[in-house]
């Protein structure tokens, strides 16, 4: 396993780091979720990422119970806030990035996870409906209690992570990370995003390198998908993955196979390792419902795949890549949920 320095900072983390995203507490059953993360482990894997939202607050208690009696310090725990959480019913403040919720927020995540603090703690989504500074103050305040060490954010706009990174300067916290979603399929931080965090000193910890499994090429065009696949996981996963299951992109994913057979990777190696190959990318961060998916993927790490290939990989997918950059300020939510 290859590491990566998280932005301008001196925390390295695995290249290929473990994300648990509609597995664990969900589609996966416990002792297999236990099984994936222990052979993650075994693998060289020390990063791992969730969310409170995941399963409502059940992906980060699997991932702590999995994690118990491993050494603290030799992990990366990374969490998230931002997506109403929380047994029901839910208050107006059960969302969002006040004040009043992320300090809520963040001692649920580490009563959960099992741990006094998590490496990694970011702003799921930018909310329009609260004063930034607020935000970042709140941010400050946890770095200081020390429940979190560093900070980061996931989806926001080029506009959006200046501001937090110029705020964050004036509050002496770090903020290092990006975590959009980034494959061969999905392009749109390429223009925009990766240059001003580039500059900033900010790395991309990038989500469904994959597609969500679309480009390991297992999903055959006209086919029905294999059983136990997320795209017949009915519990969110087939909802989440179905905007790649069209015949086109099936269709082109399979003509990957010879270029991944060239590096002799599998076309998810191949996937993996594509994300990886832009410096600006500190982790991929791929999810797995199996152990043996941990142990196939982590051989994309240290992968350099040669121009020629990159280019005929370019060649197949066509107009099936998305790179419009305007589509980046979408994912801001423009209502409260609460
Ligand atoms: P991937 O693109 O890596 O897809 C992972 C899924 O693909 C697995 O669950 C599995 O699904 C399938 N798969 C994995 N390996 C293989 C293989 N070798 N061969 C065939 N199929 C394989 O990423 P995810 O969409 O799971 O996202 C990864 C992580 O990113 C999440 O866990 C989360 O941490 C983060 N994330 C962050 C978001 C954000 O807003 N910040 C949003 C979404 C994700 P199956 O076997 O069921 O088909």
């Known amino acids: 396993m290859e ?6 900072s001196g925390l390295q983390i695995s290249e290929i780091t473990y994300g648990n995203w509609l597995t664990h507490g969900s589609q996966v059953e416990n ?36 994690l118990k009696g491993q050494r603290r310090e030799s992990l990366e725990i990374f969490t998230k806030v931002y997506w109403p959480v929380g047994p029901a019913p839910l208050g107006k403040n059960d969302t969002g990035l006040s004040r009043k919720h992320m300090m ?4 649920s995540s580490l009563r959960r996870l099992g741990t006094d603090y998590v490496d990694l703690y970011q702003a799921h989504r930018y909310d329009s409906f609260t004063p930034l500074e607020e935000t970042m103050q709140a941010f400050a305040d946890i770095v200081r209690a020390g429940k979190a060490l560093y900070i980061g954010v996931s989806e926001w706009a ?8 110029g705020l964050a300067r004036q509050l002496g ?56 696949s997320r795209a017949t996981d009915e ?10 299951m069209t015949d086109d992109v099936l269709t082109r994913v399979q003509q990957l196979r010879p270029i991944a057979e060239e590096l002799d990777l599998t076309t998810a190696q191949l996937a993996i390792a594509w994300v990886l190959q832009n410096d600006n ?23 350099r795949i040669p121009a020629e290939l990159l ?28």
């Not at 002792?31 to 222990?38: I, L």
């Not at 080029?158 to 990174?165: E, G, V």
């Not at 519990?235 to 790649?244: D, H, S």
């Not at 990318?281 to 992968?303: F, M, Y």
């Open 3 to 8: 590491f990566r320095y998280l932005g301008n």
């Open 31 to 66: 002792d297999v979720a236990t099984a994936c993360v222990h052979a993650a482990l075994d693998c060289g894997i020390t990063t791992f990422d969730t969310a409170d939202v995941y399963a409502n607050g059940a992906a980060e208690e699997v991932l702590g119970a999995a």
């Open 104 to 107: 809520e927020a963040i001692d």
């Open 158 to 165: 080029p506009d959006q992570i200046r501001q937090a990174h």
């Open 173 to 228: 916290i770090s903020l290092i990370s990006s975590q959009p979603q980034y494959s061969m399929l999905w392009r749109i931080i390429e223009p925009e995003v990766v240059p001003v965090c580039r500059e900033l000193g900010l790395s991309q910890i990038v989500w469904s390198p994959m597609a969500q499994g679309v480009l390991s090429g297992k999903y055959q065009p006209g086919q029905p998908p294999p059983a136990g």
């Open 235 to 244: 519990k969110g996963g087939a909802n989440f993955v179905k905007r790649f």
């Open 281 to 303: 990318v500190a982790a991929a961060l791929v999810g797995a419902s199996r152990p043996e998916q941990v142990t196939e993927n982590v051989k994309a790490s240290g992968v």
């Open 311 to 338: 280019s005929r990989v370019d060649g197949v997918l066509g107009d099936a890549v998305t790179t419009d950059p305007a589509l980046v300020a979408k994912s801001t939510p423009t209502q409260r949920l609460l």
